[in-house]
């Protein structure tokens, strides 16, 4: 059972903007880093933002992460067809069994 | 370039044994900690936990803990998971992925491996 909370499903028509969020607590969200990744179609997950806000070398710059508290934001702007994936947050569990966790996924569908 | 190539895809029978593979390339496979993602059909990722090749430092998810066992043969670049005896439920995609720190992020990930157990 993930403990960082995500909306189902986000949509959008091709250059519109889509958020997603993220909701946590004070043991992951709120005292660590936040990780975002893109898993496509019948493919491996991805890393798209690391460190909260930062880009891996080959992202674009469409795709932009922050944090607040205990929630954190992904966002896609000029929301292109081949956006069309599941979006998964993450970060580490300081609680008693310390973990990393995954939140619930954001299936994004490009109208 | 940084890879990490996963065993073959594994069709067992409830009770069998069974242990996959990471081969970790392009870096230095004992500086980095290796992670494994279970993906059960149509859903989400849990985290099952992680092993510092360089000294075998193993950390395991609540979940998963006695239920499947994580491994590394340094000299080989290999990490490994496996299962004393499946279950049905065991059914899933199960990745690898590279780490830089524990509370770090995945990446890059492996390609995954499919493990479909039924009788």
């Known amino acids: 059972q993930s403990v960082l909370t995500q909306p189902p499903s986000a949509s959008g028509t091709p250059g519109q903007r889509v958020t997603i969020s993220c909701s946590g607590s004070s043991s992951n969200i709120g005292s660590n880093t936040v990780n975002w990744y893109q898993q496509l179609p019948g493919t491996a997950p991805k890393l798209l933002i690391y460190?909260?806000?930062q880009r891996p070398s080959g992202v674009p710059d469409r795709f932009s992460g922050s944090k607040s508290g205990t929630s954190a934001s992904l966002a896609i702007s000029g929301l292109q067809s081949e956006d069309e994936a599941d979006y998964y947050c993450?970060?580490?569990?300081?609680?008693?069994?310390?973990?990393?966790?995954f939140g619930t996924g954001t299936k994004v569908t490009v109208l | 370039e940084v890879q990490l190539v996963q065993s073959g895809a594994e069709v067992k029978k409830p009770g069998e044994s069974l242990k996959i593979s990471c081969k970790g390339s392009?870096?230095?496979?004992?500086?980095?900690?290796i992670g494994w993602v279970r993906q059960m059909p149509g859903k989400g990722l849990e985290w099952m936990g992680i092993i510092y090749p360089g000294d075998s430092d193993t950390r395991y998810s609540p979940s998963f803990q006695g239920q499947v066992t994580i491994s590394a043969d340094k000299s080989i670049s290999t990490a490994y998971l496996q299962w004393s005896s499946l279950k049905a439920s065991d059914t899933a995609m199960y990745y690898c992925?590279?780490?830089?720190?524990?509370?770090?992020?995945?990446?890059?990930w492996g390609q995954g491996t499919l493990v479909t157990v039924s009788s």
């Open positions: 993450a970060a580490w569990d300081d609680s008693l069994n310390a973990s990393y966790v």
């Open positions: 392009g870096y230095s496979f004992t500086s980095y900690w």
């Open positions: 460190s909260n806000n």
């Open positions: 992925a590279r780490q830089a720190a524990v509370a770090g992020e995945f990446d890059p």
